[in-house]
């Protein structure tokens, strides 16, 4: 079993920033990459950034220039933090992890969900 726990999400006005973190436990035998993405109220869930073990990574274009996605490899955590925050930032974002619990194959695991909203 691997567990997924976030934390971070909140209620910020437009130009500010947050950070949100998530901790992957449980059998891991290896992390593959790990990411966030986002569901807005009546709209399907996006990618917003992704992180590789050896340190590559990608992000939404809406995002690029404002957030930054970072992993830390001992923790086994991933951190997004994000800067000039926009209304339509506004969502539940959620971690993922592809992550090997054996030898064999990964697995995608989700976490539950932070709430972010972007709001004056």
């Known amino acids: 079993q691997v567990q997924l726990v976030e934390s971070g999400g909140g209620l910020v006005q437009p130009g500010g920033s947050l950070r949100l973190s998530c901790a992957a436990s449980g059998s891991i035998f290896r992390i593959v990459a790990m990411g966030w993405y986002r569901q807005a109220p009546g709209k399907q869930r996006e990618l917003v950034a992704t992180v590789n073990w050896g340190g590559g990574t990608s992000y939404a274009d809406s995002v690029k220039g404002r957030f930054t996605i970072s992993r830390d490899n001992a923790k086994n955590t991933v951190y997004l933090q994000m800067n000039s925050l926009k209304p339509e930032d506004t969502g539940v974002y959620y971690c993922?992890?592809?992550?090997?619990?054996?030898?064999?194959?990964?697995?995608?695991?989700w976490g539950q969900g932070t709430q972010v909203t972007v709001s004056s």
């Open positions: 993922n992890g592809k992550i090997y619990s054996s030898t064999t194959s990964w697995d995608d695991h």
